[in-house]
Nanobody, 127 residues
């Protein structure tokens, strides 16, 4: 069983930066692709970024390419989302998710591929 806890959300002005963290339970193996999703009120939950279990391969939604960076520290069982040049449109609850996989280069992009989800952390970008 994997438990995920997000942190780092908050209120920031447009153009600012935030770094989100997602910590997995201590005994979690590193054989998980890790994804960040977000959901704004009245909208579908959408994929933001994915890191393969090895951390070598990444995937980004077009809306965040060049602004967001996903990374992971497998020794700390933690995945990060560095968000720069934030826009009001980035306002949402951000969720961390894990997909059990033995493919070290695999970057799942579908919501139903993920097995575990965190509680979410609110990111609000003001103009």
């Amino acid at each position: 069983q994997v438990q995920l806890v997000e942190s780092g959300g908050g209120l920031v002005q447009a153009g600012g930066s935030l770094r989100l963290s997602c910590a997995a339970s201590e005994r979690t193996s590193n054989n998980y692709a890790m994804g960040w999703f977000r959901q704004a009120p009245g909208k579908e939950r959408e994929l933001v970024a994915v890191a393969s279990s090895s951390g070598v391969n990444t995937y980004y939604a077009d809306s965040v390419k060049g602004r967001f960076t996903i990374s992971r520290d497998n020794a700390k069982k933690t995945v990060y989302l560095q968000m720069n040049s934030l826009k009001p449109e980035d306002t949402a609850v951000y969720y961390c998710a894990a997909d059990r996989t033995f493919g070290v280069l695999f970057t799942p992009t579908r919501r139903d591929e993920y097995d575990y989800w965190g509680q979410g952390t609110q990111v609000t970008v003001s103009s």
